[in-house]
């Protein structure tokens, strides 16, 4: 070992010592408790590999329970959707002063509420796409004047479950039915043509842009954890002002929303140029397919080296 790599790997593991023992908070059960396992194995491979004194924990009603009994000294929160990403499993954390990774209960609960987000990038004046929520069949032509084509989506689900583009009345009645099934609140959002990219977030700074291309019709739950045909275009292709603008632009909206630590802010890029800002996610997938770990490697930041910084901003609290 030469000198310098052992001074690396000093470093690596004050870093680690300053941790003690992690529970990786995995599974949950939301809609996308899969993915959270997938996500939760990979972060909990990378922290073991790192030294971390790491244990999976699949919460129930006695997680705080378990964390107590188990000795551990914070969380790491890969927990997709309600119940980890909507600032419950945050604020159970906060009644024991248990330090966790991420965004804390307001940033979590506005982040997983695209319309209220919505509501409060539009007060501050930042750019995303008309919309009408939905509560009842009374609010379809409401969505209906907005004009063809929609994105139907569910308020508070991630991972596109239950989202659908509609060109008609007809299909706009039908895909709000779906979509209600998922959430009593579902978001009619005026189509926007153009690049989807998604920009994501780690402590103060943003990581390079993807643009992602896939020949489904958008970047759908198929197109996330199944497709082989999705492209991840990182760097994005676009020009360096235009990256430098939309970066700055996700990361106000990301604080904006009361988001920290680390997540992903996803956008559109329409033909003239124009941006429109869709949602965030404070908890992204960490699965082979995620678009985070594909940034980070863009910015020469392996998966583990991100997973631990990850972690790191647990240090922040408590």
């Not at 949950?28 to 990378?46: P, Q």
């Not at 009593?184 to 291309?213: M, N, Y």
């Amino acid at each position: 070992m030469t000198t310098q790599t052992a001074q690396v790997s000093k470093a690596t593991a004050e870093r680690v010592e300053r941790l003690g023992k992690v529970a990786v908070l995995l599974g949950g059960r939301a809609a996308e408790r899969e993915v959270s396992l997938k996500s939760g194995r990979a972060v909990l491979d990378a922290l073991l590999r790192c030294g971390v004194d790491a244990h999976p924990l699949d919460p129930d009603e006695r997680v705080l329970e378990h964390l107590r009994a188990g000795g551990f000294e914070r969380a790491f929160i890969i927990l997709h959707g309600r119940g980890g990403e909507d600032g419950q499993i945050q604020g159970a954390l906060e009644t024991i002063a248990m330090p966790y990774t991420g965004s804390g209960v307001l940033g979590s609960a506005l982040g997983m509420d695209k319309y209220r987000c919505k509501l409060v990038w539009e007060a501050v004046g930042l750019p995303t796409a008309e919309s009408v929520l939905l509560r009842g069949a009374s609010d379809l032509p409401a969505a209906a004047a907005l004009g063809f084509p929609l994105m139907i989506k569910p308020v508070h689900e991630g991972s596109s479950i239950g989202m659908a583009k509609v060109e008609t009345v007809a299909a706009l009645e039908r895909a709000w039915r779906v979509a209600a099934q998922f959430d009593a609140s579902v978001l009619a959002e005026r189509w926007i043509a153009g690049d989807e990219l998604t920009c994501a977030v780690l402590g103060h700074e943003t990581l390079p842009i993807i643009r992602l291309e896939t020949p489904n019709a958008f970047y759908d739950y198929a197109a996330k954890y199944q497709a082989t045909t999705t492209r991840y275009h990182c760097p994005s292709g676009l020009d360096e002002a235009t990256e430098t603008r939309l970066r700055e632009l996700a990361l106000k909206a990301f604080e904006v929303a009361g988001a920290v630590g680390w997540g992903r802010v996803d956008l559109m890029l329409d033909a003239a140029g124009q941006p429109y800002l869709l949602e965030i996610n404070t908890v992204p997938g960490m699965t082979d397919h995620s678009l985070v770990p594909i940034a980070a490697r863009a910015a020469g930041v392996d998966f583990d080296a991100l997973v631990l910084r990850i972690l790191e901003t647990s240090l922040d609290r408590g």
